[in-house]
Nanobody
Framework: QVQLVESGGGLVQAGGSLRLSCTVS??????MGWFRQSPGKQRDLVAR???????WYADSVKGRFTISRDNAKNTVYLQMNSLKPEDTAVYYC??????????WGQGTQVTVSL
């Protein structure tokens, strides 16, 4: 079973930055994504990156978030700048292909205060 470990979350003021990291036990060149979930809401994909580092972003984070990957380190990153209170959520990384998503990590909490 694939293991995913997210880290880097925390409490930050609006306008601040955080860098999230996700270590994957088996990354290979699969498409990876960062998802987020706020209380009472569904888990949504906010950024994705292909094995060849082509990226996509949800409109809500475009221009502020940057996803990247280091295949040699089995790690995916999410650089988050100009954070807003509405970015507050638990952030998870996982495979974009739902057939590969056999488990979820514990996530990392991001809290943005005014």
């Amino acid at each position: 079973q694939v293991q995913l470990v997210e880290s880097g979350g925390g409490l930050v003021q609006a306008g601040g930055s955080l860098r999230l990291s996700c270590t994957v036990s088996i990354l290979l060149f699969n498409d990876m994504g960062w998802f987020r979930q706020s209380p009472g809401k569904q888990r949504d994909l906010v950024a994705r990156i292909t094995g060849g580092s082509i990226t996509w972003y949800a409109d809500s984070v475009k221009g502020r978030f940057t996803i990247s990957r280091d295949n040699a380190k089995n790690t995916v990153y999410l650089q988050m700048n100009s954070l807003k209170p509405e970015d507050t959520a638990v952030y998870y990384c996982n495979f974009v292909n739902s057939r590969l998503r056999t488990s979820w990590g514990q996530g990392t909490q991001v809290t943005v205060s005014l």
